[in-house]
Nanobody
């Protein structure tokens, strides 16, 4: 089992920055990839960014490319999502997720095995 806990969400103005953090615990040695997803009430969960567990490779959704940065903090075993130039359309509940299998898609929520409880990000003036 792997436990994931997100933190860092909040209410910010458009153009502001916010960093989300995902703390990991449990049998993380068998994990292959970490992903961040977001969901607006009534809509499907949307891919945001993903990184291999060793931090070596990243990929982003087109909607956040150039504004968001996913990274791994080796010292604390956390995965961070730095979000810059936030827009109202970034408002959502953000989840981190862990994927154990190296094969399969990295942007589909169905490919991930473990999920955190989510942290709310609201961008509003």
């Amino acid at each position: 089992q792997v436990q994931l806990v997100e933190s860092g969400g909040g209410l910010v103005h458009p153009g502001a920055s916010l960093t989300l953090s995902c703390a990991t615990a449990g049998r993380t040695g068998s994990m292959h990839r970490m992903g961040w997803f977001r969901q607006v009430h009534g809509k499907e969960r949307e891919f945001v960014a993903t990184i291999t567990w060793d931090g070596g490779s990243t990929r982003y959704a087109d909607s956040v490319k150039g504004r968001f940065t996913i990274s791994r903090d080796n010292a604390s075993n956390r995965f961070n999502l730095e979000m810059d130039s936030l827009k109202p359309e970034d408002t959502a509940l953000y989840y981190c997720a862990a994927k154990s299998r190296p094969n399969g898609g990295s942007s589909s929520p169905d490919a991930y095995d473990y999920w955190g409880q989510g942290t709310q990000v609201t961008v509003s003036s």
